[in-house]
């Protein structure tokens, strides 16, 4: 026969174990990654008006083009907008854009290795031929696409919040905030998925592009990602031009830089001559932005891999802390019916004995039932912490202050 008080101790066993249940769903439902990102801001019709009109048919047939190639891709209407109106402010819509000093070419101004794979993915030699889909593909496939799914790093946060509302009246941008150096989308799908466009803008701006802080020009950005949305938005240009020049047709591979008509012979080093490395102060302004944003982009991938592995450690302790109270409300549940078998000793490891009793607790090795709830429910509470963003974050923070 059941006593009251027995099946007294059976409802707070079963009241112990839901409560356990939906803490450990909550957990692992995604405690980490609840963002309120900064609200999209309103951009005057005068404004859009005015930089749409500053574009000829040629270049808003390619402003579909790039849109409609993002979409085709599964970018939101927002997240295609948010990589137009980047593009738009690296090279006017032009396909075949190159800088004159560093080389860079194309919507996005490619240099290095991602100017490599702009030409290769076009199938050609030099940046003349470029075509708005076969770039929106370059760019979709370059290795910097999983960035928007990470914060601004540390080292370009700074510059890019100082100079982010500049300009802001000029381009008819209202309503606009500086992002937080936390913002993020946690991975590339929330990026594609987004309806907040401006912070799309922000982080293509910042972790795709990643452009010099003073010159990046975020509120003619946010300005141009509005006029795509309003007057492309994936709908008709009319425009009988052509989006793009035909190719030269020219084979024979992708070539080295100095291989290119009206570029510079490649140097010829001979053994014995020393080569000496310019100073800071020999380079030129363009030479040290391009420095500047080679170490963000290293400190960028560094940040990363932190918040990764603290992320990763975490919830994995997190899970196991979870995993470790629901065994002990269920180790407490058995001892509540069945004390002869030590259930809840066996999971406590042999250091904790379940009492029923104040007067069987004879020793520091026995809890009562009190006791051992609250030493269950403060297993969830550490679980849950560890879980949670702002301590991953803190703790992010705290490794990258000591490892730089």
């Avoid at 938005?233 to 070539?255: L, R």
Wanted: hydrophobic share 45%; aromatic share 8%; proline share 3%.
């Amino acid at each position: 026969m059941i006593t009251v008080n027995q099946a007294h101790h059976a409802l707070i066993a079963r009241l112990a174990l839901a409560v356990c249940l939906i803490v450990m769903l909550l957990g692992l439902g995604g405690v980490r990654g609840a963002y309120a990102l900064p609200a999209n801001p309103t951009v005057s019709d005068e404004a859009i008006e005015a930089n749409w009109n500053s574009l000829d048919d040629d270049h808003k047939k390619i402003a579909q083009d790039v849109v409609s190639a993002a979409q085709a891709q599964g970018f939101s209407k927002e997240a295609a907008a948010a990589i137009a109106g980047n593009f738009w402010r690296e090279s006017g819509f032009s396909l075949d854009a190159q800088n004159p000093s560093s080389g860079a070419c194309g919507l996005y101004q490619a240099l290095g290795s991602r100017r490599t794979s702009l030409l290769a993915k076009n199938g050609v030699n030099s940046c003349s031929g470029l075509k708005a889909d076969k770039t929106m593909e370059a760019a979709i496939e370059d290795g910097r696409l999983e960035w928007v799914g990470w914060k601004t790093t540390a080292s370009i946060y700074p510059s890019m919040a100082q100079y982010a509302l500049t300009d802001a009246d000029k381009y008819g941008v209202k309503g606009a905030t500086v992002p937080s150096g936390e913002d993020k989308f946690d991975n590339v799908d929330a990026f594609k998925k987004t309806d907040n466009w401006y912070f799309a803008t922000w982080i293509w701006m910042t972790n795709w592009e990643a452009p010099g802080g003073a010159e990046a020009g975020f509120m003619k950005r946010v300005s141009y990602t509005a006029t795509i949305l309003k007057k492309v938005n994936g709908g008709s240009v009319s425009s009988s031009s052509k989006s793009a020049a035909s190719s030269d047709g020219a084979g024979g591979g992708i070539k080295d830089d100095w291989e290119l008509p009206g570029m510079p012979k490649k140097p010829s080093i001979t053994e014995g001559q020393a080569v000496s490395l310019a100073e800071g102060s020999q380079l030129s302004q363009q030479q040290k932005d391009n420095l500047y944003d080679i170490l963000a982009q290293r400190e960028l991938e560094s940040q990363s891999a932190i918040d990764r592995w603290v992320a990763v450690t975490c919830s994995v302790f997190g899970v196991l802390l979870i995993a470790w109270a629901v065994m002990q409300f269920a180790g407490l549940a058995v001892s509540l019916v069945s004390p002869q078998l030590h259930a809840y000793r066996l999971v406590m490891l042999g250091n904790l004995e379940y009492a029923p009793t104040p007067e069987e607790a004879t020793s520091d090795k026995y809890v009562t039932l009190k006791g051992a709830i609250g030493i269950a429910v403060a297993t969830l509470i550490m679980a849950a912490l560890l879980l949670t963003a702002a301590l991953q974050d803190a703790i992010t923070s705290l490794l990258s202050y000591f490892i730089s």
